[in-house]
């Protein structure tokens, strides 16, 4: 596999869906559901999601929103959206209608790569996980939302295992920096600009 396709698979993974992995529609409203809601006093699941701790090649990044949590989730969770305000996100067709959900399957094109992501973990309001493999690469894309005194902070993190990944892991490990870095600066400027209309 080639650098230069390798660097665009990186890029078009970062933000999304477990390659960046996994995201699948939009919300229809803000409401959770009952399979994702969490009873006041009742401890949250413990078998989170989580990236690959030993993958080759892991990026973290976050960052603080000034808007709603329901508007961050909206717009992180409105997959066919991503294009209007995701520059490399090309288009986005939900394989699964409905809301986001575990096993919610999305296709998605950036950087003239083609993606089939997976929803893994959806913790309304608080946590969204995707996955799946794209030119041997296989990746896991966790998102966390904490609601603060200033507004919203959101976290990213995203694992990349495979041979392109071995082969090609400080290229890969730069295009993945770049792409989640982008991705959350990116939601930073949708969710705010439409808290300041």
Same mark, same amino acid.
């Given at each position: 596999? +080639? %650098? &230069?396709?390798?660097? #665009?698979?990186?890029?078009?993974?970062?933000?999304?869906?477990? /390659?960046?992995?996994?995201?699948?529609?939009?919300?229809?409203?803000?409401? &959770?559901?009952?399979?994702?809601?969490? @009873?006041?006093?009742?401890?949250?699941?413990?078998? !989170?999601?989580?990236?690959? @701790?030993?993958?080759?090649?892991?990026? +973290?990044?976050?960052? /603080?929103?000034?808007? &709603?949590? $329901?508007? %961050?989730?909206?717009? $992180?969770? !409105?997959?066919?959206?991503?294009?209007? =305000?995701?520059?490399?996100?090309?288009?986005?067709? #939900?394989?699964?209608?409905? +809301?986001?959900?575990?096993?919610?399957?999305? +296709? =998605?094109?950036?950087?003239?790569? *083609?993606?089939?992501?997976?929803?893994?973990?959806?913790?309304?309001? #608080?946590?969204?996980? =995707?996955?799946? &493999?794209?030119?041997?690469?296989? @990746?896991?894309?966790?998102?966390?939302?904490?609601?603060?005194?200033?507004?919203?902070?959101?976290?990213?993190?995203?694992?990349?295992?495979?041979?392109?990944?071995?082969?090609?892991? @400080?290229?890969?490990?730069?295009?993945? !920096? *770049?792409?989640?870095? *982008? =991705?959350?600066? *990116?939601?930073?400027?949708?969710?705010?600009?439409?808290?300041? #209309?």
């Amino acid at each position: 596999m +080639r %650098i &230069p396709t390798l660097t #665009k698979l990186a890029t078009a993974t970062a933000g999304a869906v477990l /390659l960046a992995t996994g995201t699948a529609h939009a919300l229809d409203n803000d409401e &959770p559901t009952p399979a994702t809601t969490i @009873a006041p006093g009742t401890a949250a699941h413990t078998d !989170d999601v989580q990236i690959d @701790a030993g993958a080759p090649v892991i990026t +973290r990044d976050n960052i /603080l929103i000034h808007a &709603p949590l $329901q508007t %961050i989730w909206k717009i $992180q969770t !409105d997959v066919e959206n991503w294009p209007t =305000w995701q520059p490399n996100v090309e288009t986005v067709v #939900k394989d699964t209608p409905g +809301r986001l959900r575990p096993g919610s399957v999305f +296709r =998605w094109s950036t950087e003239g790569l *083609n993606i089939t992501s997976t929803v893994k973990q959806v913790d309304y309001g #608080k946590r969204l996980a =995707w996955g799946g &493999p794209a030119q041997g690469i296989t @990746a896991v894309h966790v998102w966390t939302f904490t609601p603060t005194s200033g507004g919203v902070l959101v976290h990213t993190e995203e694992s990349w295992t495979g041979d392109p990944v071995n082969a090609n892991q @400080a290229a890969l490990q730069a295009a993945l !920096d *770049n792409s989640l870095h *982008n =991705w959350i600066n *990116n939601l930073k400027h949708q969710a705010e600009s439409q808290v300041s #209309k």
